[in-house]
């Protein structure tokens, strides 16, 4: 078989796994980089590759609107299309849908919906979103789901979690591709009842892998913390578990300590972009002045090629000057951090000390307290 | 010394030479990509090194102003600075000064001008030149001069040519660093005999090299060719002739046909950010829909990281949907396609064939007549 999935070792409730696809080994926990639109945004491939990255998201949505999956089919398939050998995992666009289109009617049929970026008509059924993933030929596809907002009534939630569980029976039925793997998602916003009956429903349909969805789409870190650890626990032991969209480091020793296995986030990406450096003492904006003369990297320790190379002072004047190498160069070092803060997490799980590394880390994250350095 | 240059082969008036400077060998004649502001946009040192680039080329009026020279001595220098440990050449600034700064004086005691990003007053004298490439620490520094547009009446021109040569002189006194070249600049435009009077003051002064200075300033290209070939010839055989801001391939071609060993032009980065490929069989505009499903990379046999890994269909995406990596990969192959046509060149010239190389490639260039493909 293509996909396998095996957890190496425990920790209390975290896991220490490693999943197998097509497209190589990915050792879990792990973050995935974001590639929304067929590139994680100012790195080539074999930037990826040489920092350690082992899969990468792709977009449903975004990729159907522009190029389309079928010119991605026509052209040998996403993984080709954007010269990535290693893994993709694609979303199924449920959460774009809800976050971008300016327009949706959702119905049991499917969502339609005005694209973001014309206004054209769009129909995204289960069964388009499908289609649309294995055209991709990502590794990792997942079936599209209802994710409304954050404060959602209850009557809405309940409606959202049905046509979950029934639009992942249709995914489920019209996937087809042995090379890819199918999650489903599960919804229930911070509702644990609606979570544990959408759970349910979803592990008697025997996915090989679930995601947690509905987080970071409104409520506060303590409202996803107060939930995150009964949801995971809902899911199967024996499959992966991917909590969706989330998110600052903090969020990924949470969810890592409550058994999940895989993240995606635009943060380090993002906030590369904007100057902001995440290192282990806390997060640094490098447009800020103090940093025009120091000769130091942005991290005194850290092995990436921004800072194997280039000072701070370096880096502020690049982004002082908006010159495209800052984002490029920060959105290096950003995703090592986390790919880094990923190995620590897993070498401390092999060994046995993850709940002293989760609580001095927390301790020294919320020391400095979601707050810059500077 | 840590300077040199020989002369390797002639073949006519072309040249194949190599300059050895203290941060390595460059052999010519060579073609420098421009890192106005410290870096070469869009492009790592790594990438750059990869491509094979021997030397870049920075600016004193961008750096000057931001993030000003001292810091950067301050910080080690230009090469440190800015990750770079091959050779620099750094320009004096006056060509900026007339091409940028939004108001300008000039005097014989030097040019005082306002800047581009602020308007805050400066004032660059030929002693602050030096002393501002002396902090930058590039292997090869340049006089500043005085670069007035095409069309300026004769007189002024002799003008700019004798203060060419004054401010020559004071900048041969002003300069220290023996661990720098300072080259000299020959202005006077179109005009032969101010171009021969402005050579022979300034080969009296025996500098290490020698630029062609006020061509591409508004100029048409048979204008330029007209005077290139005696202008070259005003110069010394055994010093390293360099033609400032020029330009295009076939230009170029012209130039190694006149004598002269040395190149920098924006063209290949910033044609590359706006979506336009150099190939050996004209330029390519990927933004043209004709490329949508091209599954072809940008040159069948360039061997450019973009054209190894990427398709056309991949290129039209990336710029459709505005990712960085676009202009990223382009600036590329842009580079990489100047950096092959100087190899072929030297080629040449080593095998006595350059000058049906060059009718050749002429032949094909005019055919496609500057022209896009597409």
């Given at each position: 078989?293509a996909?396998?999935?095996?957890?190496l070792?425990r920790?209390?409730s975290?896991r220490?796994?490693?999943?197998?696809t097509p497209?190589g080994?990915?050792e879990?926990p792990v973050?995935?980089p974001?590639?929304?639109?067929?590139?994680?945004?100012g790195?080539?491939?074999e930037q990826?590759?040489a920092?350690?990255?082992?899969?990468v998201?792709g977009?449903?949505y975004h990729l159907?609107?522009?190029p389309?999956a079928d010119l991605?089919?026509e052209?040998g398939?996403?993984h080709r299309f954007?010269g990535?050998?290693?893994a993709?995992?694609?979303d199924?666009?449920g959460f774009q849908?809800y976050s971008l289109?300016p327009t949706?009617?959702?119905t049991?049929?499917?969502?339609?919906?005005r694209?973001h970026?014309?206004?054209?008509l769009?129909?995204?059924?289960?069964e388009?979103?499908?289609?649309?993933?294995e055209?991709?030929?990502s590794d990792?596809?997942?079936?599209?789901d209802?994710?409304?907002?954050?404060?959602?009534?209850?009557?809405?939630?309940?409606?959202?979690?049905r046509?979950?569980?029934h639009w992942?029976?249709r995914c489920?039925?019209?996937?087809?591709?042995?090379d890819q793997?199918?999650?489903?998602?599960?919804q229930?916003?911070?509702?644990?009842?609606?979570?544990a009956?959408?759970?349910a429903?979803?592990v008697?349909l025997?996915?090989?892998g679930?995601?947690?969805g509905?987080f970071s789409?409104?409520?506060?870190?303590?409202?996803m913390?107060?939930?995150?650890r009964?949801?995971a626990?809902?899911?199967?032991?024996n499959?992966?578990r991917?909590?969706?969209?989330v998110?600052r480091p903090v969020?990924?020793l949470?969810a890592?300590?409550?058994?999940?296995?895989?993240f995606?986030?635009?943060?380090?990406?993002?906030?590369?972009?904007?100057a902001q450096a995440?290192t282990r003492s806390?997060?640094l904006?490098l447009?800020?002045?103090?940093f025009?003369?120091?000769p130091?990297?942005?991290?005194?320790d850290?092995?990436?090629?921004?800072?194997r190379r280039?000072?701070?002072?370096y880096?502020?004047?690049?982004?002082?000057?908006d010159?495209?190498?800052?984002?490029?160069?920060?959105?290096?070092?950003?995703?090592a951090?986390?790919?880094?803060l990923?190995?620590d997490?897993?070498q401390?799980i092999?060994?046995?000390r993850f709940?002293?590394?989760h609580a001095?880390l927390?301790?020294q994250?919320n020391?400095s307290?979601?707050e810059?350095q500077?």
């Amino acid at each position: 078989m293509a996909f396998a999935f095996e957890v190496l070792a425990r920790d209390g409730s975290a896991r220490r796994g490693r999943l197998v696809t097509p497209h190589g080994v990915v050792e879990t926990p792990v973050f995935m980089p974001v590639g929304t639109q067929a590139t994680v945004k100012g790195l080539t491939p074999e930037q990826l590759e040489a920092l350690g990255v082992q899969i990468v998201l792709g977009n449903t949505y975004h990729l159907a609107l522009r190029p389309g999956a079928d010119l991605i089919a026509e052209l040998g398939g996403l993984h080709r299309f954007m010269g990535w050998s290693r893994a993709i995992l694609t979303d199924s666009g449920g959460f774009q849908i809800y976050s971008l289109a300016p327009t949706r009617t959702i119905t049991d049929h499917g969502a339609v919906f005005r694209s973001h970026i014309d206004g054209a008509l769009f129909e995204l059924t289960p069964e388009e979103a499908v289609r649309i993933q294995e055209n991709l030929g990502s590794d990792i596809a997942m079936c599209l789901d209802e994710c409304p907002p954050f404060g959602t009534p209850r009557d809405r939630l309940r409606e959202a979690v049905r046509r979950t569980i029934h639009w992942a029976q249709r995914c489920r039925a019209a996937h087809h591709r042995a090379d890819q793997a199918l999650f489903a998602i599960v919804q229930g916003a911070t509702d644990l009842d609606l979570r544990a009956e959408c759970a349910a429903a979803l592990v008697g349909l025997d996915f090989p892998g679930y995601a947690l969805g509905g987080f970071s789409v409104g409520e506060t870190p303590e409202q996803m913390r107060a939930v995150l650890r009964p949801s995971a626990a809902l899911l199967p032991e024996n499959k992966p578990r991917y909590l969706m969209g989330v998110g600052r480091p903090v969020d990924i020793l949470d969810a890592v300590a409550a058994g999940v296995d895989m993240f995606d986030c635009v943060l380090p990406t993002r906030n590369g972009r904007n100057a902001q450096a995440f290192t282990r003492s806390g997060t640094l904006r490098l447009r800020n002045a103090a940093f025009r003369r120091d000769p130091r990297p942005v991290e005194e320790d850290c092995s990436c090629p921004a800072c194997r190379r280039f000072s701070r002072a370096y880096l502020h004047h690049l982004f002082n000057v908006d010159e495209m190498l800052g984002p490029i160069l920060l959105s290096m070092h950003n995703i090592a951090h986390y790919l880094r803060l990923m190995h620590d997490i897993r070498q401390a799980i092999e060994e046995g000390r993850f709940a002293q590394f989760h609580a001095d880390l927390h301790a020294q994250l919320n020391q400095s307290s979601g707050e810059d350095q500077n």
